[in-house]
């Protein structure tokens, strides 16, 4: 069905895939990954992820990318753009990952309504640790890879996605466990949709206007 095909707005991190594989399992056909880096920087913004390490992604999971750079103060009319070429391709649904932000929700519904896409939200006001315990009983693997570092300090970055991350980041009490206000960003590296697991090295930790990053450097398939 035409309905069906769809592009997936994707970060590089567990909350976008978690949203592509959810709609996977509800029929939908991931023709793209749409993903965004900056221009300056060549990174995906707020991940801290080098471009190519996306394609990586995309490679594993044998989903054509449409990667767009952008530039400063430029993120609304690259996103546009982004859906019309979308939907001249034929595809009518984007996927993403919002939780509970509501204004980052709306933002996204209305440019999709005013190009002519429908918005999926597969996680959408569902509870953070819910969320995050079915990330991972379902068998993807990701790593933290940038922190606001007044919140999380160094010693965050490069950990694993996994039960313990979740009992120790309910410790601090002041976190969403799923980072849904930007305490701290993540890479998927493995998982159910993943045809193959991506080795990620040895990267350093880097601190950058008060965020923490994982500096990733070597990925392979």
Not at 44 to 67: C, M, T, Y
Not at 107 to 123: H, S, T
Not at 135 to 157: C, D, H, P, R, Y
Request: hydrophobic share 40%.
């Amino acid at each position: 069905m035409e309905d069906k095909i769809a592009a997936c707005s994707w970060s590089s991190g567990k909350d976008s895939c978690f949203a592509c594989y959810k709609a996977i399992k509800n029929g939908y056909k991931i023709k793209h990954l749409m993903n965004f880096v900056s221009q300056e920087f060549q990174r995906v913004s707020f991940h801290g992820v080098p471009r190519k390490f996306v394609g990586i992604q995309a490679d594993a999971l044998e989903i054509e990318l449409l990667q767009k750079e952008v530039p400063t103060g430029k993120y609304e009319q690259v996103f546009r753009e982004t859906l019309r070429f979308l939907k001249s391709q034929g595809t009518l649904t984007l996927v993403a990952g919002d939780i509970f932000l509501l204004d980052c929700k709306n933002w996204v519904e209305e440019i999709c309504k005013d190009e002519g896409l429908k918005l999926v939200e597969p996680l959408w006001e569902k509870p953070s640790k819910e969320i995050l315990s079915d990330f991972i009983n379902s068998g993807f693997k990701a790593v933290v890879t940038a922190t606001q570092a007044k919140l999380m300090g160094k010693e965050w970055v490069g950990r694993l996605i996994d039960e313990g991350f979740i009992r120790d980041l309910e410790k601090l009490g002041n976190i969403d466990l799923c980072g849904e206000n930007g305490e701290y960003h993540t890479f998927v590296f493995d998982g159910p949709i993943f045809k193959n697991q991506i080795n990620i090295g040895n990267p350093e930790k880097v601190m950058i206007n008060d965020y923490w990053f994982l500096d990733i450097q070597g990925a392979k398939k």
